[in-house]
């Protein structure tokens, strides 16, 4: 009931959200590989580290390439790479697509997670349809962050760290809620506890904007010392769900993706049994995350072109 991912994954799909066909998805995928060759490529030419996270990472090692039911990319980088990289960003890929992130006067804060998204897409999420930020095809960066080594500073830094992030997202979501995201929510009594509490947190906390809050947990989590302990404070498993050892992360290795080389975590058996268990094994279709979307193109100049068109004959 806590977990408003799992309550989405439960809940049918509605008359808004659009499924995509074996063509379609095939056709996003090589999208993805275009925006990773692009990260890729300024990487090198600047030395920054990255890294596939969670399925991109397990596609890797499993499929040698995408999961084949997968429809999402996610990269991860350390913090000071991925503060370099938004400096970047506008110099060496603003042609071609569009940056969020935490901490910004140039871009939007969308979530607790950079992403890049490429212009004239689409590909907007449920949660998203209503809100002003990017709506195209787009790839997560997560930061790597150091955590403290004592226990207890840990933890104490992990529960606030997790309590920030709530009302951080729960601002986000009060603000943007809507009769349709209520209506999707309600059709299970988990999503419907889910959805009214993150309607309440957020109207509690909303005497602060959400970007307040979401730069404010993004600072907090920062560590200024490279402690040799790493974390993924904004992945599934929030503060305390992937930490470990620098080594497993750092330094990358090369794994094989489609037709070119991605970057791996060092120890990628390490990281992966860490966030899938035996990742060998391949789900049944019915526990395959889903990512809802309400809409699919990947032309959108040509699309209204053509509309454009019909409509003058």
């Not at 808004?16 to 490529?41: G, S, V």
Request: aromatic residues 14%; contains cysteine.
């Amino acid at each position: 009931m806590f977990s408003t991912r799992k309550c989405m994954q439960i809940a049918p799909e509605t008359e808004m959200m659009h499924e995509l066909t074996p063509e379609e998805l095939k056709a996003l995928q090589a999208c993805f590989l275009e925006i990773i060759k692009d990260i890729d490529r300024v990487c090198q030419e600047h030395g920054l580290c990255y890294m596939a996270a969670g399925g991109t990472a397990l596609g890797s090692v499993r499929h040698k390439g995408f999961i084949p039911w997968d429809d999402d990319v996610d990269i991860l980088m350390p913090r000071e790479d991925l503060n370099r990289f938004v400096e970047l960003f506008e110099e060496c890929m603003g042609d071609k697509y569009e940056l969020t992130t935490p901490n910004s006067d140039k871009y939007q804060l969308e979530s607790m997670i950079s992403a890049v998204y490429k212009k004239n897409t689409l590909k907007a999420a449920f949660l998203d349809y209503n809100t002003p930020f990017p709506k195209g095809v787009h790839i997560d960066i997560f930061a790597i962050e150091s955590v403290p080594r004592n226990p207890i500073v840990r933890g104490i830094k992990g529960v606030t760290a997790m309590g920030l992030q709530y009302i951080a997202v729960s601002t986000l979501f009060y603000h943007y809620r809507s009769p349709e995201k209520k209506k999707f929510f309600s059709q299970s009594s988990a999503g419907k506890f889910n959805y009214g509490l993150r309607c309440t947190v957020g109207f509690l906390f909303s005497f602060r904007p959400y970007k307040k809050w979401g730069d404010l947990f993004d600072r907090f989590v920062r560590c200024k010392k490279d402690t040799g302990l790493w974390a993924v404070p904004t992945d599934i498993g929030h503060y305390f769900g992937h930490i470990m050892p620098k080594e497993v992360y750092y330094p990358p290795i090369k794994g094989p993706f489609e037709d070119f080389s991605i970057n791996l975590p060092h120890d990628p058996d390490t990281y992966l049994k860490n966030q899938y268990g035996d990742y060998w094994v391949i789900p049944p279709e019915a526990d395959r995350e889903k990512h809802y979307s309400v809409g699919f193109c990947l032309d959108c100049a040509a699309e209204e072109q053509k509309k454009d068109g019909a409509q003058d004959q």
